[in-house]
């Protein structure tokens, strides 16, 4: 059977419903009407003497035969995807618009600081900069790189590691004076906690070849990072908590660290991006730009670290 160009184009439509999950989130994404989606889609049915979609007024659903023409338009969309992404790096400039999703106090400390240098380097490159501390649904949105601290569990994303983040445990001089200072992995069951929600109820440890862990309550709990470090300032409790964050307020006297004799369990940073992107120069670019910015950040803090305990 030849297939007509109004096909083609009514494949990638259909591909682009399955990716967004439903006709309306699909329409936005392509710039086209819900009419015109849904037309898309019932020519293809017709043409194919099959049904793709069990559409409800909320949700689509595939069916067997949807699934497997899926595969097949979904690989046609990544190679006209892919085709412009080769033109692209063929300009001497990388240009286009780059859609950026971060928690919100590593984007604030760190990304924003890493954005506004990589934008003087690249001036024609757009950025539409979210942060947030939900797990943005990267396809829907139409995300070109989300920043996360957890590994990829199983799906359809890449990833890229972009750095590893030391933490520590602190308290303010306020609570430790009050309710004493852990001295043992044990003793820290004991204490009040500020919890951070996106992290396990439990603290990790190690020393000496030996690992600790440690479930740790409290009565305050959230799921913004600069919200739990501000609750641990006020006195409410301990927290476990990325030493670029906690150094400055080290230093300054607001948060003195415990346990610092045992070793934490690093963060480690993940650039995520939707299949079929890693070709993006401009994307590339930002990947690569940010790893280098990190071990640089890195380095920093350390001398600054080590020069501030001398």
Not at 193 to 212: E, F, H, M, Q
């Amino acid at each position: 059977m030849d297939v007509q160009f109004e096909q083609l184009k009514s494949m990638v439509v259909f591909a682009q419903v399955v990716e967004q999950g439903n006709l309306t989130a699909a329409a936005k994404h392509i710039g086209l009407s819900r009419a015109v989606v849904s037309y898309h889609i019932k020519k293809l049915e017709s043409q194919l003497g099959v049904k793709l979609l069990n559409r409800s007024t909320r949700s689509i659903a595939l069916t067997e035969a949807g699934m497997e023409y899926y595969q097949s338009c979904r690989i046609i969309s990544e190679q006209a995807a892919t085709a412009n992404q080769q033109m692209e790096n063929l300009k001497n400039e990388p240009v286009g618009l780059l859609k950026i999703t971060c928690p919100v106090n590593v984007g604030l400390q760190i990304l924003v600081p890493a954005l506004n240098d990589f934008r003087r380097l690249y001036p024609k490159i757009e950025l539409d900069v979210m942060l947030t501390d939900e797990v943005v649904n990267i396809m829907q949105e139409g995300i070109d790189l989300a920043i996360r601290g957890a590994p990829l569990i199983d799906s359809g994303l890449q990833a890229s590691k972009l750095s590893t983040l030391p933490t520590c445990l602190c308290g303010s001089p306020a609570y430790l004076k009050k309710h004493g200072r852990p001295s043992t992995p044990s003793e820290l069951s004991q204490h009040a906690w500020v919890i951070y929600k996106l992290t396990s109820g439990a603290i990790t440890l190690s020393k000496g070849g030996r690992s600790y862990s440690v479930a740790v309550k409290g009565s305050i709990s959230t799921n913004n990072a600069a919200a739990r470090t501000a609750f641990v300032e006020g006195g409410h409790g301990l927290g476990r908590i990325p030493l670029y964050d906690a150094w400055p307020k080290i230093k300054a006297g607001l948060l003195e660290r415990v346990l610092e004799d045992y070793h934490l369990d690093n963060i480690d940073v993940y650039g995520v991006f939707p299949p079929g992107s890693a070709g993006s120069k401009k994307l590339r670019l930002l990947i690569d730009y940010l790893k280098d910015y990190f071990i640089k950040a890195d380095k920093q803090s350390s001398q600054n670290t080590l020069l501030s305990s001398n």
